[in-house]
């Protein structure tokens, strides 16, 4: 229990999140906005619980003007049922959300008014976090649906791929329906940013993802997947074919003599141990 309770000492609010109350007080918005920000942080605490229930280390649940976000200290090496788990967490919160507003106009706490927007706002806040762009739940989703075939490099890119045309789509919806929405644009542009900021650092995840099974818990990996390979593949060309939530025997196929076989982990520690990041799989079954 003292895990679950410990999730609220990550909270963050943005100093940018009183100003925005602070106008809402003076526009009579007040209300709304409280319920708006009280379902966001229902939300983000769904992913929170979730992560502390598998014991992911948290980083920092943050309330920011436009909405909110649970961060993790993981490296897509968890099992990616845990990770599909902590992920649909937030959205589910907003079921319980609607069911409870409900009650709450029927006892007469909630106005018509104040009940409708209640669940205007649980239902906007669940379809828009469902939209298959990074780094909303529905793009985490996506990328656990490319990684059930794809290694971790080529997932991740096709998540970004899909992220850009959505974001395209949602641009044009915005255009057509809704130009002078304010909040929308700021949406926007924290979309373009996310995106734009996750390209740039891919290749820095990428390293991080392989560092976190070289050094992190390797019993996290539930599955074995095999992968064959060439004496002349180099490591790095092994190691961007490596699959999230799977561990790798490497079947080594030669001509000359009968197959080898090595573990991920040599792979690993001739990358970052060793820091031979040009070698080639025959040149460490030449050393073994």
């Known amino acids: 229990m003292n895990r679950f309770f410990s999730v609220f000492k990550y909270l963050h609010i943005h100093p940018l999140l009183w100003v925005v109350i602070a106008i809402g007080v003076m526009t009579a918005h007040f209300y709304e906005l409280c319920l708006l920000f009280m379902i966001i942080f229902i939300h983000e605490l769904g992913h929170a619980f979730a992560a502390a229930f598998f014991s992911w280390r948290i980083k920092k649940i943050s309330l920011l003007p436009f909405g909110g976000v649970a961060e993790m200290d993981e490296h897509g090496n968890r099992p990616l049922r845990e990770e599909a788990i902590v992920i649909i967490s937030g959205p589910i919160q907003h079921i319980w959300l609607v069911g409870l507003g409900f009650l709450l106009w029927q006892w007469g706490i909630f106005t018509e008014s104040l009940y409708q927007t209640f669940i205007q706002y649980n239902f906007m806040i669940l379809f828009f976090n469902l939209l ?68 740039k650092q891919r290749r820095f995840l990428f390293m991080r993802f392989l560092l976190e099974r070289y050094y992190g818990k390797s019993n996290e990996l539930r599955k074995l997947l095999p992968l064959e390979v060439q004496e002349d593949d180099s490591v790095l060309d092994v190691l961007e074919r490596f699959h999230r939530g799977c561990k790798h025997p490497i079947i080594v196929r030669s001509k000359r003599k009968d197959n080898a076989i090595l573990d991920e982990n040599e792979l690993l520690h001739v990358y970052f141990k060793e820091k031979n990041v040009t070698a080639k799989i025959k040149e460490i079954l030449c050393v073994l």
């Open 132 to 199: 298959p762009i990074w780094p909303l739940d529905g793009g985490k989703l996506m990328f656990l649906l490319f990684s059930l075939k794809n290694p971790f490099p080529k997932s991740h890119k096709y998540t970004l791929y899909f992220s850009i045309i959505g974001t395209l789509i949602f641009l044009l919806m915005v255009l057509i329906m809704m130009p002078q929405n304010v909040n929308a644009w700021i949406i926007i542009s924290f979309l373009v940013f996310s995106i734009y900021y996750e390209w």
